[in-house]
């Protein structure tokens, strides 16, 4: 009777531990600006996106974290509760199977990964949702190792104009930025990246932004957003292209309307109209064959 006494003890102990220990996990989650939003590189509302990507981010780790510190606690529960006491002699009763544990074992990760994969869907429509056209679409083009935009005529773009690119050099110095590539994109309008590749396979990534997708030869993905919080934001291609991958930069200028109109206009008189399209691509493998 003791024996069973001092066991019952230890599972309220090691409960209220572990009840402890969930709560200190989730109270832990708003200790500090960093905590709250995961560690990411950005802040809420930087796209009409970024707040939407961070709590699941988040909620997902809360999640994870809650249940590794249950399933940690059990394991230490059945660790201390059925240990192998001082005196025992023999083999403890051998059980075949629990149908009970075993319907528990299935269903409650089953529940788990259909409720991950409800959430992550439906960010993931949402975030993806091109049903109504944006007010700006921008092609834009990575090639070794730079980046080309192509403004194309809509809502907001009155003509279709183009920025060339010129890649970054990295000596060791500090990077003047101001001679990067550079995407404006007008505040509080809905854009449309088309991103392709002029070459190999890029990576089209603003870190701030929380969205990067491939740009693949041939193929044409989108990103689509809303930029909500003027500013300056850093960028870079994602995926290892070349020997010069590193040097592959670019910024983003979230600006006013007005200023937005004043870069268009730069461009119109500078000469930049038309787009510099699919007649600039080209294929590494054909061009290296040809010149054998």
Same mark, same amino acid.
């Given at each position: ?14 409960? #209220? ?240 309307? #007005? ?34």
């Amino acid at each position: 009777m003791s024996s069973q006494n001092r066991t019952g003890s230890r599972r309220v102990k090691i409960t #209220s531990i572990t009840g402890l220990a969930v709560a200190g996990a989730l109270v832990l989650t708003g200790c500090s600006p960093e905590v709250e939003k995961g560690w990411l590189p950005t802040e809420r509302g930087t796209t009409d996106h970024t707040a939407r990507i961070m709590d699941l981010w988040v909620n997902s780790w809360i999640a994870a974290l809650a249940v590794g510190i249950i399933t940690w606690g059990l394991l230490v529960w059945c660790i201390i509760a059925y240990r192998r006491r001082k005196g025992t002699t023999g083999f403890p009763k051998q059980l075949s199977y629990n149908l009970p544990l075993e319907v528990f074992y299935l269903t409650i990760p089953l529940f788990m990964v259909l409720v991950f994969f409800y959430f992550t869907d439906q960010d993931q429509r949402a975030i993806d949702d091109r049903s109504q056209p944006a007010d700006v679409v921008v092609d834009v083009r990575g090639k070794q190792w730079a980046w080309d935009f192509n403004y194309k005529k809509g809502q907001v773009i009155t003509e279709d104009l183009h920025e060339a690119g010129v890649q970054a050099h990295l000596t060791g110095n500090d990077v003047n930025k101001d001679l990067l590539p550079t995407l404006y994109l007008p505040v509080n309008k809905s854009v449309d990246l088309e991103l392709n590749s002029r070459d190999v396979i890029h990576s089209f990534w603003v870190p701030a932004f929380l969205q990067k997708r491939d740009m693949i030869p041939g193929k044409t993905n989108y990103i689509r957003f809303t930029p909500t919080k003027e500013g300056t934001y850093d960028g870079k291609c994602a995926e290892l292209c070349g020997e010069y991958h590193s040097e592959m930069l670019f910024r983003v200028k979230v600006v006013s309307q #007005s200023e937005f109109q004043a870069h268009m206009d730069d461009l119109r008189k500078a000469g930049n109209t038309g787009l510099l399209g699919a007649d600039y691509d080209r294929n590494p493998d054909l061009t290296t064959t040809q010149t054998k």
